[in-house]
């Protein structure tokens, strides 16, 4: 079970690096690099089936093929700019709104205006 989900990661991995543009996947079968695009893995015990973008196919051992994936740094997002808007209001730690203000609130830990606030009495 363990080894189809890294088999379907991989090959959603590769499909989606292969439509990116500045994308490149480099595939080296028992030392010889591929110039074709692979475009899918297919794995059957020890054997992995590569299927190329001019459709052709070839199987080996999975000790003998390599992919490399690699992505040209240059267009990826550097810079994330998040304002994160904080929600109003008293809330419990389980997410329910008590109220506009901890005003007759029972001793604890609640949420006020997004931020901790340990209330005692």
């Known amino acids: 079970?363990?080894?189809?989900?890294?088999?379907?990661?991989?090959?959603?991995?590769?499909?989606?690096?292969?439509?990116?543009?500045?994308?490149?996947?480099?595939?080296?079968?028992?030392?010889?690099?591929?110039?074709?695009?692979?475009?899918?893995?297919?794995?059957?015990?020890?054997?992995?089936?590569?299927?190329?973008?001019d459709n052709s196919t070839e199987s080996a051992d999975m000790s003998l093929v390599a992919v490399a994936l690699s992505h040209d740094e240059t267009t990826a997002i550097t810079d994330i700019i998040a304002d994160p808007a904080k929600r109003q209001g008293?809330?419990?730690?389980?997410?329910?709104?008590?109220?506009?203000t901890p005003q007759d609130l029972e001793p604890g830990l609640y949420i006020v205006n997004g931020e901790k606030v340990y209330i005692k009495k």
């Open 1 to 53: 079970m363990k080894a189809s989900k890294v088999i379907l990661s991989l090959g959603l991995l590769v499909s989606a690096l292969a439509a990116q543009a500045d994308s490149k996947i480099v595939t080296t079968i028992d030392g010889v690099q591929h110039p074709k695009e692979l475009t899918k893995m297919k794995f059957t015990d020890g054997t992995v089936h590569l299927t190329f973008s």
């Open 90 to 100: 008293v809330y419990n730690l389980k997410g329910q709104y008590l109220g506009s």
